[in-house]
Structures are given as structure tokens and as C-alpha cells.
């Protein structure tokens, strides 16, 4: 019974990276929450639609600017339309556009700025002058200009201008840790042994700055749901008959004294996605880096912390 004791704890195997990464996210205090109102929120918008007995586009002209009750949950519009309906409807479409920005603007980033810091040189310049390029263009006013002209393209090819500028400090960071990845030893060795550069990318420099990447881009969707709402309240964004929080807010805005309801649930909603996105992106944060998180809470003690010679007497 001796022997085996060892012999069992021998063959346990250490946890994964994956693992151990998802432990410290769910010893967290508030990034679990905010995980788990993302579900619900995720639930919202894709289950709410099969649940509600009222389509997004349905007028129902006896309830004209009705309150919440039975037959309409978070009550009418102006005009008889389900609120809920409307609302998880546009829930539906802020979350799908600002997802897939940030999956479009992380994907470009990381490859504009992982080639521009590996390959340096003529390569580096361009692109590099290229992201200083789209950095002094106004892009709200460009997406303002361009929007109602891309119309025919429906939201999708308002989510493609959204995440051409929406890459390029992001790009710039990437660029800066590849700058370090290259001079690596393991670079170095890939590079002995024949390997392509864009192999090396691939294989060695993105698997590396994976964590920075993962926060930025969940941190990334919040700031896109915002420019689409932000957009959208200008008449830039999603067009009628489709509708986005944005348009929700900025149709309901008048009403917000009179007929609160209208406003209130898609105002709610946003403020309520954004923080959670908030949260689940520092605790990934913490869980990817822990270091930073203990360097913040060492700060404040070693500047309190009083000095041998005077804590004694």
C-alpha cells in the first residue's frame, strides 16, 4: 500500500494550460457573473424569438403605445409593435455585428502587425505607415459618409466598415510583442531549421501573443456593439425595417418620460451587455496574467508598508 502511493501520484498527469486558465477565471469574484449574464443575454436574443407571440415587424393596432401586461410582455411602440419582440430582435443584431467586428479587426490585426514586426524592413514601413494612414482619418465620419451608400449591402457590409477601422492600435501592440517574439531562442532555432517565415507567424509568434488577443477581442465586441449603437442613433448603422439597440434608443428617446418602457429595455439591455463584457474581459485578463493583477495589489502595500528600523522601538 506504501509503494502505491507514490506510484499513483507519478502517473498524475498536470493540468493544461486550458485548465489551469479556466480555474483562475472561475475563482474570480465578478468575471463569472459577467459570463453568465452574457449566456443569458446570448439566450435572449436567440431563444426570444421562438418564445414571444409577436414577431419584431407585427402591428397590432389595438395596443397602440400599451404598457407591459399579458398580451405584451414589455408592452407597444408608437405604432403597436411588440416591444420585447422589437427588443430582443435588435438585441440579435448588435451581438452578431459586434462579434463579428471583433472577430474581423482581431484576425487583421494580428496578421498586420505580426508580418510588419517579423519581416521589418520596406514591409514594416508600409504597413506601419498604413495603420498611421487609418489612424488620422475621422472613421465616424467616414462610416457616416459611406454607410447610406452601402444600404444595398445590408449590416453586413456595415460590420466590414466598422472593422477596417476598428484594427489599428490593436496592430501596433501586436507589432511591438513580435518585435520581442523574433529575438527569441525558439524563433531563432525555427529559422536555423528552414522553417518559412509565415510558417514561423503561424506556428510560433501568434500561438505566443494568443492571450493579448483573446482580451482584446472580447473587449473588442463591447466597443463594437457601442460605435453600432452610437452609429446606428444617427441614422448610420442598421436601416429600417431591421433594427439594432441603437435604433431602438434613438426611436425611443422621446418617449423616455412618458412611455419609459420603450426606451428602457434596449437602454438596459446595452448598459448591461457592455458591463458584463467589461467583466468577462478582466477576468480573462487576470486568468491569462495573473502577474498583472499581483503587481497591482503589491503597489499600494509596499508604499504602506512601514521599514524594520520603524516598526521597532
Known amino acids: 500500500m506504501e509503494n502505491s502511493v507514490p506510484g499513483a501520484a507519478g502517473t498524475a498527469r498536470p493540468a493544461g494550460r486550458t ?32 418564445v414571444s407571440p409577436w414577431d419584431y415587424s407585427h402591428i397590432d393596432y389595438t395596443a397602440l403605445r400599451s404598457g407591459p401586461g ?30 463579428l467586428v471583433a472577430l474581423f479587426s482581431t484576425v487583421l490585426a494580428s496578421l498586420v502587425g505580426a508580418c510588419a514586426g517579423y519581416f521589418g524592413g520596406w514591409p514594416d514601413r508600409l504597413l506601419m505607415f498604413f495603420v498611421d494612414l487609418l489612424l488620422v482619418f475621422p472613421s465616424f465620419l467616414i462610416i457616416a459618409i459611406i454607410s447610406p451608400r452601402l444600404r444595398n449591402g445590408g449590416w453586413v457590409a456595415f460590420v466590414g466598415l466598422l472593422a ?23 524563433v ?15 506556428r510560433h509568434v501568434l500561438p505566443n501573443i494568443a492571450s493579448f488577443l483573446i482580451i482584446d477581442a472580447t473587449i473588442a465586441v463591447g466597443g463594437a456593439v457601442m460605435s453600432e449603437t452610437a452609429l446606428s442613433y ?41 458591463l458584463a463584457v467589461n467583466l468577462v474581459g478582466d477576468g ?30
Not at 71 to 85: E, P, S, Y
Open 19 to 50: 485548465t489551469v486558465v479556466l480555474r483562475r477565471f472561475l475563482r474570480g469574484r465578478s468575471a463569472p457573473a459577467g459570463a453568465a449574464v452574457l449566456l443569458l443575454l446570448f439566450l435572449l436574443a436567440f431563444a426570444g424569438p421562438l
Open 70 to 99: 399579458a398580451a405584451h410582455w414589455w408592452g407597444t411602440n408608437r405604432i403597436g409593435q411588440d416591444v420585447f419582440a422589437q427588443t430582443v430582435r435588435g438585441l440579435q443584431k448588435s451581438l452578431l455585428i459586434g462579434l
Open 164 to 186: 477596417v477601422f476598428g484594427w489599428m492600435i490593436t496592430a501596433r501592440v501586436v507589432r511591438s510583442m513580435t518585435l520581442s517574439l523574433k529575438e527569441r531562442e525558439f
Open 188 to 202: 531563432k532555432a525555427a529559422v536555423y531549421m528552414g522553417v518559412g517565415p509565415l510558417r514561423i507567424i503561424w
Open 234 to 274: 444617427f441614422g448610420f448603422g442598421v436601416q429600417a425595417p431591421d433594427v439594432s439597440l441603437g435604433t431602438l434608443i434613438a426611436s425611443t428617446t422621446g418617449a423616455a418620460v412618458t412611455y419609459p418602457w420603450m426606451f428602457f429595455f434596449p437602454a438596459a439591455l446595452l448598459i448591461v451587455f457592455v
Open 284 to 313: 480573462l485578463r487576470d486568468a491569462l496574467d495573473p502577474t498583472s493583477r499581483r503587481a497591482a495589489r503589491r503597489a499600494p502595500r509596499r508604499a504602506s508598508a512601514p521599514t524594520a528600523e520603524g516598526g521597532r522601538r
